[in-house]
């Protein structure tokens, strides 16, 4: 038998459960989950460890091109690799996809820049709901939306979204909604001005809780009525899902995204972290309560899936101005999967759930599915070894992303990848990237050439 090689004498995840069996890859996918161990094969010990599915992160974003000071596709993906994550979906600000071209142009750029596979978001923009067939055929794997004006890209009124989901409901693409209303978020602001306000504070009243939930519900309603598909991006408290989860039952097909910084991180530690907890939207748990309530949307699958929303800024950018001018965004590549295993060890989540949220649930959502998120048959091998026993201290000093800080600094965990396949190929072992730049590039659902 002319097989590449068997991971053998591990425990498979899955969403369904646990079972002990040999993954057997040739020619970069899994062709038989066996208990046998053929001979003449290169062997895996994987005694002890879980083997779980890569990673798919869907929302990130890596500057590149466009701002690569901040972060590029080799260093991010790099930390993609060394966490477990195997498929990112990309979009940058700085220079977003707007048409055609410009998706084959940084399709192309990135030719021998990523450690793992990728897709490619374009950007909505206002007004141009024409261009949503033509990016779906040429192979954008979502569209990016925002409800108000964010990093430079316009946002859309409801009027406006609801010409883009129409147009995406026609086209059979999804996407991803960023929401906050813009009249709610700009009131804010000016009034804070208005009283001289600049202290740290000033993100929790400026960004608030009422915008997101005003924009979610819109959207929500909006994506029923249109008969889209779309994902509402980090959601960040139950207020939210709830007005997701009741469209859902009436018939939206909306998904509820969700990120660790919304279960770990707490609303008042942006007075003494100040611009190193800007994001938006800002975190919004107050109490282990609060902390509680967003697990339990997660097990049960209200919150569908979850992300990094990878947007990070060096400890340098950060401290380069005030809470009102520095960048938002914050790193979660090197963390966010040993986050989500150290959840399951104080079963918060189980394993199963892990797979689940990270790995198979957004391979469904945004078209990689079957050939990514899963352990069978025909699909890609991209494998993790887990030792769910191993215990560490997430440190400034291993991140591996540009950002070279995480807001987990100091944080024990259990749960650590020592080992991360991509298509076969050992890319990452032991928190090192071992095989850099073999990520290629993955069309969207809609691509004619998929």
Not at 157 to 178: D, F, M, Q, R, Y
Not at 336 to 350: G, K, V, Y
Not at 410 to 435: C, Y
């Amino acid at each position: 038998m002319d097989n590449d090689l068997i991971i053998a004498g591990g425990t498979l995840v899955s969403p369904q459960g646990k079972r002990r069996a040999n993954v057997l890859i040739r020619d970069g996918q899994v062709s038989a989950i066996t208990q046998a161990v053929p001979p003449d094969v290169e062997v895996i010990d994987a005694t002890g460890l879980f083997v779980m599915p890569g990673a798919v992160d869907t929302h990130v974003h890596l500057m590149d091109p466009g701002s690569p000071e901040r972060e590029d596709f080799p260093t991010g993906t790099s930390a993609a690799a060394v966490s477990g994550v195997t498929t990112i979906i990309e979009h940058s600000h700085g220079r977003p996809v707007r048409t055609t071209a410009d998706l084959n142009e940084k399709r192309h750029y990135l030719v021998g820049r990523s450690s793992v596979d990728f897709g490619l978001a374009a950007h909505a923009w206002p007004g141009s709901s024409s261009d949503v067939a033509d990016l779906w055929i040429a192979g954008a794997a979502f569209f990016k939306v925002f409800t108000c004006p964010t990093h430079g890209v316009p946002g859309h009124n409801p009027a406006a979204l609801k010409a883009h989901l129409e147009a995406t409901a026609l086209s059979g693409a999804v996407s991803l909604i960023h929401c906050e209303d813009e009249s709610l978020t700009a009131e804010a602001e000016s009034l804070l001005r208005e009283e001289g306000r600049d202290d740290n504070a000033i993100l929790i009243d400026w960004r608030n809780r009422d915008a997101e939930i005003v924009a979610a519900a819109v959207a929500a309603i909006l994506v029923r009525r249109t008969s889209a598909r779309a994902s509402v991006a980090h959601v960040s408290n139950p207020e939210v899902a709830a007005y997701i989860a009741a469209e859902r039952a009436r018939g939206a097909l909306l998904f509820a995204e969700s990120c660790p910084q919304y279960f770990l991180l707490r609303e008042d530690e942006v007075h003494h972290q100040g611009p190193l907890r800007k994001f938006t939207p800002p975190v919004r748990a107050r109490t282990s309560d609060d902390e509680a309530q967003m697990w339990r949307l997660l097990r049960e699958g209200t919150l569908t899936h979850m992300s990094t929303d990878h947007a990070p800024s060096t400890l340098e950018q950060k401290r380069d101005g005030d809470i009102w001018n520095v960048h938002f965004g914050l790193p979660g590549l090197d963390s966010t999967m040993s986050l989500l295993l150290d959840a399951a060890a104080r079963d918060q989540l189980a394993y199963e759930d892990v797979v689940r949220v990270y790995c198979e649930k957004p391979a469904q959502i945004y078209g990689l599915w079957p050939r990514k998120g899963r352990l069978a048959v025909g699909a890609d091998a991209d494998i993790l070894l887990v030792d769910p026993t191993a215990k560490r201290t997430l440190r400034n000093d291993d991140v591996l992303s540009k950002a070279g800080w995480t807001p987990y600094d100091g944080r024990e965990v259990q749960g650590r990848v020592v080992q991360t396949f991509l298509r076969g190929q050992l890319i990452a072992e032991e928190g090192k990237p071992v095989n850099d730049r073999v990520g290629r590039f993955l069309p969207g659902a809609g691509a004619v050439e998929a």
